[in-house]
């Protein structure tokens, strides 16, 4: 397994499993846990999930299938901005550990930006760090100045990952925020990488996929495990789809096939505000 270095010195899966949706139908509940479980077993082991997903009912779903496997697990949640002050954070976090059932998360994100100043955030999540309850803090879909203002502050260079939105189809946080975050290493967290399931179903990629031997999730997958300091946490909640993302793991694309992906996906030719879904 590819791994990215944290600022930490720390190293994380560059392949981990999102959990938006998971655990909002009972019918499909006990697949979700089954294949998230199966998704540690094979070195996934970032598990990204949040406060916002179904309410907390997906962190209630990660506790469950993370029992008994905490220490394996690097466990990502974010803050919703309404309830990032300096207050809201610290009781946000402890709401958030109740359902994960673990007393620390690995990284605590601020899950986009809202009316709470940066700085009051910032002051939440270092006492967050100094109590124990979270290892490291992070920030999510903050565009480049956002990310240089959030950089500039105190206790800001301690951030450990910009999660933002990140596939073959949006390309454009490769004009400044992806180089920035590569000089400061500081690792691009890429969400959506299936541009939810889309990609899966693109014409141009499924070609490629046929050509080169790969379902087009592989190569969507693959192209992002080729990217430098980049972290792809694909959502998936049934065994067989994860079996086949599982497969991006053994196709090291070359650089001719990512000269063919560049002529389908083409990078950015000038700067783009940032995409959120
Ligand atoms: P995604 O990972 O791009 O796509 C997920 C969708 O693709 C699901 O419908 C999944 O269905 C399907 N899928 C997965 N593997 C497949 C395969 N091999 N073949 C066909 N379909 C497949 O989308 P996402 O959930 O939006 O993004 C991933 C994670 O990023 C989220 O779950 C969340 O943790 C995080 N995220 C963060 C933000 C943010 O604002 N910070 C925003 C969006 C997402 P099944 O589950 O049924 O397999």
Redesign the pocket.
């Known amino acids: 397994m590819k791994t990215i270095l944290l600022p930490s010195g720390e190293r994380v899966p560059a392949l981990g499993q ?4 998971m655990g909002d139908q009972h019918a499909t509940r006990a697949e979700e846990i089954a294949a998230l479980r199966m998704g540690i077993d094979h070195g996934l082991t970032l598990i ?3 406060e916002m ?1 179904g309410s907390g009912r997906s962190e209630e779903l990660v506790g469950e299938a993370i029992a008994g496997r905490r220490e394996a697990v690097f466990l990502v949640s ?1 803050v919703l901005p309404q309830n990032a002050t300096r207050l809201g954070t610290i009781a946000a976090c402890e709401k958030s550990l109740e359902r994960l059932k673990t007393d620390r998360l690995d990284l605590y ?1 601020l ?2 930006r809202g009316s709470a100043p940066f700085a009051e955030t910032l002051e939440a999540l270092s006492r967050l760090q100094a109590d124990g309850k979270i290892r490291h803090h992070g920030v ?2 903050l565009d480049f100045d956002e990310m240089r203002e959030w950089h500039s502050l105190k206790d800001g260079t301690g951030v450990a990952t910009n ?1 933002v ?1 990140y ?1 073959l189809s949006r390309r454009g946080v490769e004009w400044d925020l992806a180089p920035w975050l590569r000089e400061k290493r500081i690792p691009l967290m890429a ?7 889309r990609l ?1 179903n693109h014409k141009g990629l499924a070609a490629f996929g046929h050509k080169h031997g790969m ?1 087009p ?1 592989q190569a969507a997958l693959a192209w992002l495990l080729a990217q430098e300091n980049v972290i792809a ?6 065994r067989e ?2 079996e ?2 599982l497969g991006a793991l053994s196709h090291k694309l070359d650089t001719v096939q990512l000269a063919e992906l560049d002529a389908l996906f083409p990078p950015p030719k000038h700067a783009q505000p940032l995409e ?2």
């Open positions: 999102g959990t938006w949706n990204d999930t949040a997903y974010k994100l899950h986009w999510s879909n999660q939105l596939n969400y959506s990488p299936l541009e939810q399931a899966v379902s999730a946490i694909p959502k998936c909640g049934n789809r994860l086949d993302n959120m879904l």
